[in-house]
């Protein structure tokens, strides 16, 4: 049973570019969220993904987007790179809420982005 | 929004000790999930434990939704127990997850 996937696992950026990280989720998992972690703090929610669309979303400017497959898999795009935009990127996944699943979250390796 | 504070903030134990972690949190939870943070980022599932009590192995963990604080206990520790350790929550209606800011946890040989 394949867990969560997400790459590339690192990369290397500078300020202005764009940047696309990819996730798969688990095994029969249908909903998709990205988290944030900057070094020494705990993960931060960017947004949340299901039927393809966004449905919630954190505290997090326009330049952060995304998007879900028809097969799950999910991308988070970042415009305008920033220095501030360094940190940890985690995708996790999990089975509908309002199917009434539990929303308990599994977490892929996540992708390590550096922005010089 | 929710507050979660944890502690210690960090902890540092020889081998074979026992320890208690600690996870508050400020409103009522559906979602309560114990994490361990590898020194490679990972986060690996512990406990989904909203309410009530469950073991695994070396660890354990107890949830009092009604006074609002969860606990996980680490027995005989292992210096693969090291790394940090998050509770994160959800509440009713939000499925996104707050993460508390962690206990970085040593063992050493």
């Known amino acids: 049973d394949a867990g969560v996937t997400q790459s590339p696992t690192h990369l290397i950026k500078t300020r202005g570019q764009q940047v696309t990280l990819r996730c798969s989720p688990k095994?029969?998992?249908?909903?998709v969220s990205w988290y944030q972690q900057a070094l020494g703090q705990g993960p931060q929610f960017i947004f949340q993904?299901?039927?393809?669309?966004?449905?919630q979303r954190g505290n997090f400017p326009d330049r952060f987007s995304g998007h879900q497959f028809p097969n799950y898999s999910s991308e988070l795009n970042v415009n305008a790179l920033l220095l501030g935009d360094s940190a940890l990127y985690l995708c996790?996944?999990?089975?509908?809420?309002?199917?009434?699943?539990?929303?308990?979250?599994?977490f892929g390796e996540g992708s390590r982005l550096t922005v010089l | 929004g929710i507050q979660v504070e944890q502690s210690p903030p960090d902890l540092i134990l020889q081998e074979g000790a026992n320890s208690t972690l600690r996870c508050n949190f400020s409103?009522?939870?559906?979602?309560l999930q114990w994490f361990h943070q590898n020194p490679w980022g990972q986060l690996i599932n512990l406990f989904y434990?909203?309410?009530g009590t469950k073991q695994n192995g070396r660890l354990s963990a107890t949830t009092v939704a009604t006074e609002r604080y969860s606990l996980l206990y680490i027995s005989s520790s292992q210096t693969t127990d090291s790394g940090v350790y998050f509770c994160?929550?959800?509440?009713?209606?939000?499925?996104?997850?707050?993460f508390g800011t962690g206990t970085r946890l040593t063992i050493i040989p």
């Open positions: 996790a996944s999990s089975l509908n809420l309002l199917a009434g699943n539990t929303g308990e979250l599994f």
């Open positions: 095994s029969g998992h249908d909903t």
């Open positions: 993904y299901y039927e393809e669309e966004e449905r």
């Open positions: 409103d009522s939870v559906n979602n």
């Open positions: 434990i909203p309410s």
């Open positions: 994160a929550v959800g509440t009713f209606g939000n499925e996104k997850l707050t």
